[in-house]
């Protein structure tokens, strides 16, 4: 996992999907960013895709493309509810190698916490209320099956497990004790509004936003609470077609289920309990992926992705 050399730029981290840069001021470039925006970082999406704790091999064409102009869209509708860390996506601050699929973003101090909101049962949420009829410590009513409408939306954070690299479901209260109560609600709040807006816009264009994960940070200078990282893309969201939602059963998706799907059926070979390294995956795994994040973004702005 070799990230790209970019001019004015120091890579310095690299996840599962994103390469993160800071600006090199010994460089023309660098220096400019770094005079007009201050302390910042590029984020570049990649064509990545991991399942499983793994990365696969090949990537998804376009699938940085569709995480960063999707998360520039949907944080254009939310700007009214909460501030955002994008500064820019455009040349000439983003090098022409990586535009069209990274942000120029203010760099946040991040709370913590995933802030996730549940308005349908599925996922982690599924296998807790069938342990116990509760996601996080909230009750929800009995007979409720996969992909279930809840009542009305949840808040379910997540923290980083003290042991492992999986996320932790937590309550409320969790948070509250790591950052202060007032933060707490104030997470539980934001994430909700962000959440019910989210909702409607795709509900409108004939999309269930089932749930959804969000990341926080404060702004070192003013203290605000800012949205970071991204946000409502298939990556960090379940998008089922509306058209097709059954409750009772698993749902279509617009995000990399395809790849799931085969990792864990018999034509791949692979055994997800043993420690090897998935296989390749097949063509027609990776070009039917790539139909559904276009078509995510398609369906959820109205309009085909430029490429």
Not at 7 to 13: A, E, V
Not at 61 to 70: E, M
Not at 99 to 127: F, H, I, K, Q
Request: contains cysteine; aromatic residues 6%.
């Amino acid at each position: 996992m070799t990230a790209l050399a970019l001019p004015g730029w120091t890579h310095t981290h690299s996840g599962k999907v994103r390469d993160l840069y800071v600006p090199d001021t010994t460089q023309e470039e660098g220096a400019a960013v770094a005079e007009k925006h201050g302390d910042v970082v590029l984020v570049v999406a990649s064509d990545r895709v991991s399942a499983y704790d793994h990365v696969l091999s090949p990537g998804i064409p376009d699938k940085g493309v569709v995480l960063t102009r999707l998360s520039l869209w949907w944080f254009e509708q939310l700007e009214d509810l909460v501030p955002n860390h994008v500064l820019s996506a455009d040349a000439p601050e983003v090098p022409e190698a990586v535009l069209g699929r990274a942000m120029v973003c203010r760099r946040l101090d991040m709370l913590p916490v995933e802030c996730v909101a549940r308005g349908y049962l599925t996922g982690s949420g599924l296998a807790e209320y069938r342990a116990g009829g509760a996601v996080t410590g909230i009750p929800l009513p009995d007979g409720l099956v996969d992909g279930s409408r809840l009542p009305e939306p949840i808040f379910t954070p997540a923290t980083k497990a003290e042991l492992g690299e999986h996320d932790e479901n937590v309550s409320i209260d969790v948070v509250a004790e790591r950052l202060g109560r007032e933060r707490a609600e104030e997470l539980r709040d934001l994430t909700l509004a962000v959440y019910a807006r989210a909702e409607a816009v795709a509900r409108d264009r004939g999309v269930i936003l089932a749930d959804t994960k969000l990341e926080f940070g404060l702004d070192p200078t003013t203290g605000a609470l800012t949205l970071g990282d991204e946000v409502l893309t298939p990556d960090s969201s379940r998008f089922w077609p509306a058209d097709d939602w059954q409750p009772g059963r698993a749902q279509a998706s617009f995000d990399k289920q395809f790849v799931r799907d085969w990792l864990t059926s018999p034509e791949s070979g692979w055994d997800r309990a043993a420690d090897t390294e998935p296989p390749l995956l097949p063509a027609d795994v990776v070009a039917r992926t790539r139909t559904r994040y276009l078509e995510a973004y398609e369906r959820l702005t109205g309009a085909p992705l430029a490429l």
